[in-house]
Each structure stands twice: as structure tokens, then as C-alpha cells.
């Protein structure tokens, strides 16, 4: 097991946003985290990174255990250099070219040399068929084209797991293909990937397992196959359906 999460608990005053979730990861797998708006999908993976600090939980991380209440800046650090975040909005440097936003990252608190951090960075740029695009800033780039650079960034760092909060749902439609195509690649070469998406057809085909939350509780997580063949309780049902009508 690559990621073990444990029993991730969190309120926000008197509310219960997250009461108890848990997910086992195996390297390689494309997990798809789904539910309703509010459910708390953002949370959990806000939690994960520490971006959010859960009032209790654990996490086994490659042989690491981390406690996702205590754990310490040390311990958060090395955690971050092993995965990276991609989210909705592209958060990229609007003064900064392309191949800088990329480079950032590796060279920030890292005595990497900047050739070999330009040579990463071109790297991953060309990985999402971005390596034409260097000196462009992200103003001069379409939405697709800025998520793909951010994709770009986090792969840079040469991350163990991706975690991804709805990377497409800022895009106009016709350029959302674009960036879960580049997704469905990494996929594809074995990347292990945490992924908030109400992109069904992404979740159906590219994912293998689910995670489905309503009101901080998992209502349903096991092979994406089964979740969208034959969900185990009626409202997984209710959901999918839901779902198939909208697309
Ligand atoms: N910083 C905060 N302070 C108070 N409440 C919060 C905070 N962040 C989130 N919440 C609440 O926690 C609940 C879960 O929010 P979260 O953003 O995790 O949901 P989500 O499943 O990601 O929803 P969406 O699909 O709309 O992105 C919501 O009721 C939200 O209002
Ligand atoms: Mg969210």
C-alpha cells in the first residue's frame, strides 16, 4: 500500500465537514473522488496536504506515518516534496513566462543547478505538449493551456501522487478534453493520482477506484467498475444517474 488514510476528522464550528473518512491507495491508482457540492471533497484533500489541518486522522505515506492533527513542519515538508497539488484556478505567476513557473518550483530552497532545473521543466512542459510555449505568460494562454502548465509544475518535482481538486472546472467546455487527456496519459504511465472531478466520463474510464462522499461520510469507495455498474446503495445509484442525465 502506497497511502493509507485513516478515520480524517474535521469541523468548521459546529460543522461536521469531514466525520470519519478513509481510503486505501495502492501505487498506481487513479482514484476518483466524487459526491454533491459541499460534501466535503476539497476538505479531504486539503487535509492530505496539510493545507487544511483535520482535528484527527492518520495517514501512512510510503512507510511514513503522519498524524494529520500534529504532525510537525518537518514532517509536512518532506511530505510535500513527495506529492503535488494541482488546482481548480491554475495559480501560476502572472509575471513570470511560462518556463519560469515551471522552474520555480525546483529551484525554490533546492540547490539544484538552474540547468538541469531548465531541463526538468522543459521536460515536463513537453509532457503536456506545452515545450512550444516557453516564453509565452500565462495572460497570453487559453485556461487549458495555463492548467496544463500548472500540471506541468507539479510534475516537475517528480511526485510520487498528484492530487488534483477539479482541474476542469474552471475551462470552458471545449477545452476540458485537453487537459483530462493529459491526465488520462499520466494515468496511463502509472502515475498515482487523487482526483476531485464531476468529469463522469474521466471518473468511469480513466479512474479505477471510487471515493464517493456525501455530508463528510463515505457513502460508497471501491473499483470504479462496480461503482458504475452496479453501486452498492441507492443513492450511489441515484448519483450516477443523476450524472449521466446531466452529460
Ligand atoms: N474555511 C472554512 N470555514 C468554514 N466552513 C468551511 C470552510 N471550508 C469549507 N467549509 C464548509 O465545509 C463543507 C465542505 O466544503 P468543501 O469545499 O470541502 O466541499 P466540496 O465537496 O469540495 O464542494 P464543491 O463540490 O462545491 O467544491 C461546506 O459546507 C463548506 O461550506
Ligand atoms: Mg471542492
Redesign the pocket.
Known sequence: MMLEIKDVKKR?ED?M?LDGISLDVNKGDVVAIL?P???????FLRCLNFLERADSGQMFFEGTRYDLNTAKKSEITALRRKTAFVFQSYNLFLNKNVLDNVMLGLTLGSKIRKQDAREIAVEALRKVGMAERLTSYPSQLSGGQQQRVAIARGLALRPDIIFFD?PTSALDPELIGEVLSVMRQLAEEGMTMLVVTHEMEFARNVSNKVLFMENGHVVESGPSHDFFNHPASSRSLEFVNSLSNFA
Do not use: N, R
Open positions: 468548521f460543522h465537514v459526491g457540492s459541499g460534501s466535503g471533497k476539497t476538505t477539479e
